[in-house]
């Protein structure tokens, strides 16, 4: 039986708080996803965090702008709702299509900015999908009708900074009313203490991200997974979920020992005694430490603009296979047990849902249908697509003359010997110029002329390789006529980025964390063991 | 001070992990079966004639008192033309209903007694073609229908009376709005 | 009385005409499909057709607004306007064959008619004799009369594809070219009300029975079509203009009285006939003044105040700026924005291998600009001044001290821009290793009216240390002179000295209220 706050978030309106955000995940605009993964994980943790009273003031402003910098016959839900998928392009070509502003609304390059009478306030397009996000939000959880009654002192002429911040005050303290009906307080949401309390007891000394290894997990999960479920609400009957909380554990362990390393304090509590925690600085520690999951999650969002760069498979694959440099130094078998097993149970716990009486001990017998020696093959399989998708990414930037080609020659080649592209020497330690991008326009420079004068040179045979490998590939993005689209261009520059940070995880945890482990022998001791587990978990009866 | 920086450690350690965690279970919910909708949808629904609207979106428009709430907000705001009920006639139908700028006409057909004409004149902005055409009723549903293209300043429509269309606009007590 | 059922002729099907009903004159015309509350796609097209001043059938029978009900749809194209036009002249006379009843002949025609009821050439005629082709073997077998009415320039395609059913010898089926609707209303035995006949007078009862008749009607088709290439037609694209605009366009368009003579064409109408009663034009349409919804009132104006750059803060290497308070309101903004190195790589990636750096602004936390995370690197912070107008005049000083205090030493660094019109901006890239702090100032001077840097002004400028009280003195001095001095300063520490601020606390409510306005600059760096 849970606790009342567990039972709170089970089954009471926590599940409407829930669905806000899927529906905000599930939203599209110009038929595509219109918030990105980042956006929503953002939004998710401003409301967890409850560090949602910033965004809610610069919220409000934005909504100024929104009526005051744009078209006089449009309201400011024009912005948020009619402007496309919320990317930051987006807002700022929203922006730009005005001409008749306000006078106290002046649109810069990177910003809107308000000329309050008492004070001004400036508004950034990067943060404008998370905005819109929140927007989103408060339609859906505090509903459209009081929102726009806390907004409507902003509508008559243009209200001063302080009106403003009275209605963000406002909105803010609703949706503390209602995250008190729909999300439990900080202090109660404990729902981690089982698994925290089994790690520290096995740490020898202090819990650390060291002390948590693939044991750790495999024990937590073979003590515990037969009971009802954690005391706290966690799921630790799927393999998964437990792998998935180990995970975040050394993350978050591992973040606060760079902290403390870096700076002798975390920068985190008011007080220390109650254990009180900032919301801000939580926030801000939440993002830092989810940070390795951007690559992966920019890969995504360059998929689903029309490039390509992996099939759904494919993505499947890294995302079982990254989980950060820390997640993969300290828990290497877990993760290939997370894919072969977390598979296995996720299918049966499928064939449970969808039939009747099931022949569970031949179901069970019959599993894993992978192993691990299969799941490396696939990951070494894909480093080659990856190298591959580098090659093609570097043919269309190379031939746009994007700076990005010029990294991904050095991370597919890191011998090439382009050493006179680097700094001048002369140059003092302070880069300060009036010209942007000092060094690497100069660089730039150098490595084009390089590039077109090389034609026998590594530069030169490079380029042939990424012609070759751009036209062998035959998928959305990658036809002649769509890399000379600006569009696709930038988005094969963004996926340039992060396809040099996944392939260089990827080979480190192929090459570095899981290269000396006896693969075969633990494929053999493992089916057992989760076998027997499934066994006790699901039944070895025939139904 | 090591103690007070273990215990500073020990609560963010608890209080990330636990935020963590709470974050995967929001962000892995179901809005299925909640009556919520996407603003940007309900949004479309107003102001794009041409947008089909989703079964859950009709399906809380037709249940959910709060997102009948918020959507005639919406529609408030957002409307061009707003048509207040009708002042209260002795008896009969009504024959056409108006607001500043707006009138809508109701004329029987001749052809067939079953079915009405309506006629919708916008002269209060000569440049806006009303595109789409809501009728709200008391109990807080919404009828809607996309308007053909206006033919010198006048939209016509065809409608048989028992229509929940013709109905509802014949109804004093229901709002109309234009967008 | 002797009923006539139409049909019109479409590439979709024959489409029977089924009724035709007089509306309240207030409606638009309609066409509907078998009597249900569907007007169909051309019934904006009717109403042009039949309502005064663009249409024939009002001019000619008096009504504005009628209903037809067909028996398919017909989606687009003018070829039903003949067909239509038979069928209001026959409702007219009582002899339109309305829904089921019983009539002996049968008209199909297709044909678009011009204003003046001259016929125009259709197309898609491969299609609509193909899809016709069974609806008149049946209408034959029942021995219904069929006379297929089509203009004249499409005779020989309709006379050539349906030869076999004619060299039949059957009486029951026609063809009939003609030029004008008048000569159609002739062979109905009708005449057109309204206006005086105007019939072409040589032309024949040209039907179509048999091989012999087809060299006669190919030549009336030659002829008729060097007549109708003389006239004045009646082109669909006006259909879409407004009444009014219309009235005038056609008057334009109109022949001249010689060209009609000369043409023996019918003297074109350009409105509604004189003397012919019109007695169901619309009624007025009676609606209130147009209201605006009401405009917002004036807003106003407020100038610009210099964007307040912030303090900031990092933990490798921390930037700090002193976010100050505007003083006086002015036409000038400086923006601060960050470069970062691209998760996984190092600021000397950036820099040396050319990766294209994340630029974005500092992240705002209130009043507080927070610049860095040890994960996502700084590499490089950019400075923009900008004046609210481009024709502003601005000279710009960069001051960099590395060194040692600004209070005590020379800056080692000093980069000038200006005067000149339009923004200036500077780019520091921040190094690897710091074992200092490094304070940095930006000066900047603003006009409407151009100006000089002269030699005692550099020495002004000069002497003007971060949080000097030589700074407000000399911004008087300038002001006289209608200049602006705006400046800002920001600190770049060692990432031993980082240290964090404490966030806006919570307000009693619990629910980590934010407000900006009370937080004051943070201390300064240990």
Known sequence: MGSPENRFLEEGKSAELCACLQIIQETTADDSLKYSDKTCRELARLIVCRNYAPAVLELCHLVVGAIYGGSHDQRYEALFFASGPARAGGFRAWFAAFTDQHKAIDIGRQEIFISYADKPFAVTYGRMPLLSALMEFLMTAIGYAPLDETLSPLLGGLPSHKQVSDAANDLSRQVYSYLGEHLPPVQEQRKSQSFLQFASDRAAAELAAATINDDTVLDYWMAHADGDSDDRGVDVKTYRSVFRMAAHLVRVLRYAEDQYRMNGALPIGTDFESGEIDPGDLETALAEIELPDQPLSALHNVVSAGVKITNKREMERLQEALHGEDVGRALPKSILRNAVFGDAQAGLVQALRRAGPLPMAQLIAALPDDDYQTRRKQYSQMIDHLQQMMLASFHVLARAGKPLAASLAIALHPDLDISDLAQDPNEPDWGDSNVVSFHAENAMARFFERLEADDNGELGKLSGTARTAFKSISRQGFSQAEMERADIVEQFGKAAIALIAVHKELSRFLNNHIASIDWDQLITVDTTLFRSQFTTLYGGQNG | MAEQAGTTKQHFTQAAFDALLTTDRLMAGTAADTGLVSPTEMYAYAVDASHQPSPGLLDALNTQAPVQASFRRLLNNTARYHLPQVAAASSGDIEQRESEGCKIAFRPSRANAAQIYVIIECIGDTSFNPAVLFVCAVDGTTNRMELPVAQNGRIQLLLERESDMAKGLLDIKTEVYLK | MNLVRIIIATTQGPVTVQRITEEDPVVNSVVCLSGKAVALAISPAYDAFVRNPTGVIQRHYGHPAFRVDVSEKIDEGYSWQLGLFAAHALYHSGQLAQQDQACARTVIATGELDRDLNLLAVSGNEEKTAALRSAIEALVE???????????????????????????????????????????????????????????????????????????????????????????????????????????????????????????????????????????????????????????????????????????????????????????????????????????????????????????????????ALFGKANDKLCTVEVLAKAASNSDHVFGRYQRWTQGRPRDTEPDKVIDLGPRQGPVSWSVDIPNQLSRPAVFQILILSSNKAFEVTDQMHRRLASIRPGSDQLIRLQNRLRADGIKLTTRQFRILPERRSRTTRPPQADATGAGQFQPERLTSPPSAR
């Open chain 3, 142 to 368: 029942k021995s219904v009369a069929v006379t297929l009415v089509v203009p004249k320039q499409n005779a020989a395609h309709w006379i050539s594809h349906f030869s076999d059913l004619t060299d039949r010898a059957s009486p029951s089926i026609e063809i009939l070219p003609i030029e004008t609707a008048g000569q159609l209303l002739d062979h109905l035995g009708l005449s057109l009300p309204g206006q005086p006949q105007h019939r072409k007078p040589a032309a024949p009862q040209p039907t179509a029975r048999g091989k012999s008749s087809w060299l006669a009607a190919a030549l009336v088709f030659l002829i008729g079509a060097v007549a109708v290439a003389g006239g004045s037609s009646y082109h669909p694209q006006l259909k879409a203009l407004s009444d009014q605009a219309l009235g005038s366009l056609q008057a334009l368009l109109a022949p001249s009285p010689s060209e009609n003579a000369a043409g023996e064409k019918p003297a074109p109408v350009a409105g509604p006939t004189p003397g012919l009663a019109d007695p169901a034009e619309k009624p007025p349409r009676a609606i209130p003044a147009p209201v605006e919804k009401p405009a917002p009132p004036p807003q106003p104006v407020t100038r610009p105040t210099p964007v307040e750059s912030g303090p900031l803060i990092a933990e490798r290497d921390v930037l700090v700026a002193s976010r100050r308070p505007a003083t006086i309101a002015a036409p000038l903004r400086i923006e601060l924005s960050e470069r970062r190195a691209p998760l996984g790589f190092s600021c000397e990636e950036a820099h040396q291998m050319a990766i294209e750096a994340q630029v974005r602004p500092p992240t705002m936390r209130g009043a507080i």
